[in-house]
């Protein structure tokens, strides 16, 4: 699960009609999210666009739901609780690093990167290339 920012041109919003059209305004720019779920090796399996302010937990809860892996790697952006929670009620293994501003920092080596890291890390940051 990855996600990543495109920047829209400045005269992509706006249009007539009530569509949500995946563009957030922000300070820099209009701006539109990719959020990506992808196997093992890379194939995408779904992906949603949004607003480019949304946060890339948001989406997660739905992708959870409908998973039925044993693993669910990605990056500190879907650390939460939450997220772990609805992995471990699927059963589901959550392989998520831990922000540095966590306050419980006791999950340590098997949610983090669990020895799988290196090239299935690699697999979701080489998906956006």
């Known amino acids: 699960m990855d996600a990543t920012i495109v920047k ?20 820099a720019g209009n ?9 093992a090796h890379g194939n995408p399996i779904d992906f949603v666009i949004t607003g480019g302010q949304v946060y890339d937990s948001k ?22 609780s939450l997220i772990r929670q609805q992995c471990f009620e699927k059963g589901i293994q959550p392989i998520i690093p831990i922000k540095k501003n966590t306050v419980d920092k006791t999950k340590k080596s098997s949610e983090l990167l669990c020895g799988v890291g290196g090239k299935r890390a690699r697999v979701l940051s080489s998906l956006f290339g």
Request: net charge negative; proline share 0%; with cysteine.
């Open 8 to 27: 829209a041109h400045q005269h992509s919003a706006g249009a007539a009609g009530k569509n949500d059209e995946g563009i957030g305004k922000s300070v």
């Open 31 to 39: 701006k539109t999210k990719i959020h990506v779920l992808c196997d």
């Open 59 to 80: 989406v997660a809860g739905s992708w959870i739901e409908a998973c039925e892996a044993e693993n669910l790697m990605a990056d500190k952006a879907y650390h939460s």
